[in-house]
């Protein structure tokens, strides 16, 4: 019955559409449409059914699927029916990523273009460039505050530069991940802008409020995101005489999709990008896209719903296009973006797994693995046709952002526990090395998160400054077992620009307008090319982290079962110190890897008789994958050196 209404509407849509579309040849959009018509009109009306303007509504979701349809590029086209038969392309173990500011990087996005060798000397074949689009001159939180969605901002380039640079990448099989910051925009957005001056139609686009009433409902349940730079989740506007709500800084303005123009617009928005070459789109903050009194206004049902029904229309005019969903959540939430109660993937395909990442820097710090298993055994199995977005930092502050019960499980006081890590990675800890920054302190809760690059967090900074060669070995040595966990867990490994050089914290980068107060921009490195050229001289610690990351990115493109088919099995193992999981694959019999990493710095052993199946006699000889090399085995126990880590599989 409702399938038949769907249709009768299906057809009533594309005939008011005709004059537009029948001119042009769209076989394909109509089979897309009508296989998911029935999902997007469903989702589409349990979000929207209840407005009166519900149909016209849903004529112009159509029109806009139809419109970009009509302008994707002929290759592009041609790369979705690729994509569509081969539909597990992106959990190959073939991709590896990395995540750049393009001013960072190389000035700008020409400058990226000109770079592309670089990736392909490293092996890294997918490219992450963070914000581009328009942003004020100011304060922008990175990019993170949008003023024009459709134009790149001039700092980075042109639309041009971006078509080049798309293009080359793709005629080097290497994939463009392009931001797209959903939930908000920038207060200079024309949709603000219009809504400062009292243009009632724009001001529905955000949440406003003439009183205190509602907003201090809403403060009841909500938590703070920047609450040392940005607290409270509303801003008076003075243009405007509204409270606006501001989860972020005060100047991102979050977007009300109770309104479904607000929706149309973003999927617009979202198609207009992949038309323009984005292989993947990453959606900033998804878990902040419903808002409802008395809730912590992340994680809504609602937000799903809208999350599935972006994947829906974007199936239907731009299949091969996949979402990155970065929801830094709890375990048992993030899981859920990859869609609740299917069988594979309904809303984003990838998501960050900052579970494993917020874990592996626990392991750092207290050399123990028990946290890092326990946390892991609490992070649900995730849907086929889903893969994780594996990485040891980003641009982001490190959240601590696993379960207190977990912590409690691993045998630790969850607050002194938390203020422990805290102390460590800001060097207030005797034991510790690292020099990081505090970011995003509460002071009434006395939480925070961490800033600092990867090598100044794991020693290499106080090392180098030092001249200690032995704790410059050690620190290059963590650099690269983190990397080997991120290369072998099960998903895309996501390198953070900069860290294959070993980069430490830019200490002067607060000093600049517009970037005092966030310690973020410690790790959000401008890259010395001068320096990076020591990647070729031996003995440097350029070419000791860059060459072994190059040799490791090779190693794992050519083992079939790092592809992410839900096929890892973690082993517990008696020896605290270390990581151990097993990889394999069962429509690939004969293959299987083990990965074992030693977090602590004195080398560590680990009985092969423990491990089902891994016993050296049992199936020939070991080799390490990763060097090429036997590993070391005393009376079939297997010596794990200091921060060392293997990739072990049986000799065929
Ligand atoms: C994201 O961040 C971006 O990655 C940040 O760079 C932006 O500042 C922010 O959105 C606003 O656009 O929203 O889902 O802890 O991890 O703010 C999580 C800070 C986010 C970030 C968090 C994150």
């Known amino acids: 019955m409702y399938e038949q209404v769907s249709h009768t509407l299906l057809n009533d849509i594309l005939n008011q559409l005709k004059p537009e579309i029948y001119k042009q040849d769209i076989r394909h959009f109509y089979t897309r449409l009508g296989a998911n018509f029935y999902a997007i009109h469903s989702l589409f009306s349990k979000l929207y059914g209840n407005r009166p303007d519900f149909e016209q509504q849903a004529l112009r979701l159509v029109e806009t699927m139809a419109r970009n349809y009509i302008n994707r590029p002929d290759e592009l086209h041609e790369l979705d029916t690729k994509r569509e038969r081969d539909y597990n392309w992106f959990l190959s173990q073939q991709w590896v990523g990395m995540a750049l500011y393009s001013q960072g990087f190389a000035d700008n996005l020409q400058g990226v273009s000109k770079n592309i060798g670089y990736f392909q000397e490293l092996g890294v074949n997918l490219v992450h460039i963070m914000p581009i689009m328009r942003c004020p001159e100011g304060e922008s939180d990175g990019g993170y505050a949008v003023s024009d969605f459709r134009q790149i901002d001039s700092r980075a380039g042109t639309l041009d530069d971006l078509k080049q640079l798309s293009s080359e990448l793709r005629n080097r099989d290497i994939l463009l991940v392009l931001d797209v910051v959903v939930n908000h925009t920038s207060n200079e957005h024309e949709w603000a802008q219009c809504a400062r001056k ?50 972020f800084n005060d100047y991102q303005w979050d977007l009300n999709y109770s309104n479904p123009a607000v929706f149309i617009e973003m999927l617009d928005i979202l198609l207009y990008w992949a038309n323009l070459g984005a292989d993947i789109l990453r959606l900033d903050a998804v878990a902040f896209l419903w808002k409802k009194i008395g809730s912590t206004c992340q994680n809504e049902r609602e937000a799903h719903l809208i999350l599935q029904l972006m994947k829906d229309c974007c199936q239907v005019t731009a299949p091969g296009v996949v979402f990155i969903a970065e929801a830094i959540v709890a375990p048992v939430e993030v899981i859920k973006y990859f869609g609740e109660d299917a069988v594979i993937a309904k809303e ?7 579970t494993f990442m917020a874990l592996l820097w626990d392991t750092v710090a207290t050399k123990n693995v028990k946290l890092l298993n326990q946390g892991l055994k609490s992070l649900p199995v995730k849907l086929e046709r889903a893969t994780w977005l594996n990485y040891i930092r980003c641009h982001d502050d490190i959240g601590l952002g696993f379960d207190d019960s977990d912590i409690a499980l691993a045998g630790y006081e969850p607050s002194r526990h938390r203020k422990f890590l805290i102390d460590y990675y800001t060097g207030h800890f005797d034991d510790s090395y690292a020099s990081g920054l505090p970011f995003g302190l509460n002071e009434k809760t006395g939480d925070a998160r961490i800033s600092g690059t990867l090598a100044s967090l794991v020693g290499l900074q106080y090392a180098l400054e030092a001249g200690d060669m032995s704790i410059i070995d050690d620190s290059i040595k963590i650099i690269l077992l983190l990397h080997s966990l991120i290369m072998s867990f099960g998903g895309i490994p996501l390198l953070y620009y ?27 490195p401008t890259i010395d090319w001068s320096k990076a050229e020591q990647r070729n001289i031996p003995g440097t610690v350029e070419y000791k982290i860059f060459s072994a990351l190059k040799r490791m990115i090779a190693v794992r493109k050519e083992i079939e079962v790092f592809a992410d088919f839900n096929n890892r099995d973690l082993l517990e193992v008696e020896n605290p110190h270390l990581f151990v999981f097993d990889r394999a694959f069962s429509a690939m019999p004969g293959q299987r890897v083990l990965v074992v990493a030693n977090f602590d710095a004195r080398p560590h052993v680990l009985g092969l008789d423990e491990l089902n199946g891994w016993a050296e006699n049992q199936n020939g000889p070991l080799i390490d994958l990763y060097s090429g090399q036997s590993p070391d085995i005393f009376n079939r126990t297997l010596v794990v050196p200091g921060y060392g880590f293997y990739w072990l599989s049986h000799v065929i």
């Open 198 to 247: 009292g243009d009632k139609h724009y001001q529905d686009y955000f949440y406003t409020f003439s009183t205190r009433n509602v907003p201090d409902m809403f403060e009841q349940s909500m938590p703070e995101v920047f609450p040392d730079t940005s607290p409270g989740n509303f801003t008076w506007d003075e243009d405007m005489q509204r409270w606006v709500m501001t989860v």
């Open 348 to 354: 984003c395909e990838i998501a960050y797994n900052a």
């Open 498 to 524: 900069g860290d294959e050089l070993g980069t430490i914290n830019d200490d002067n980068a607060l000093n600049e307008p517009g970037k005092a107060g966030d310690s973020r921009w410690i790790h959000r």
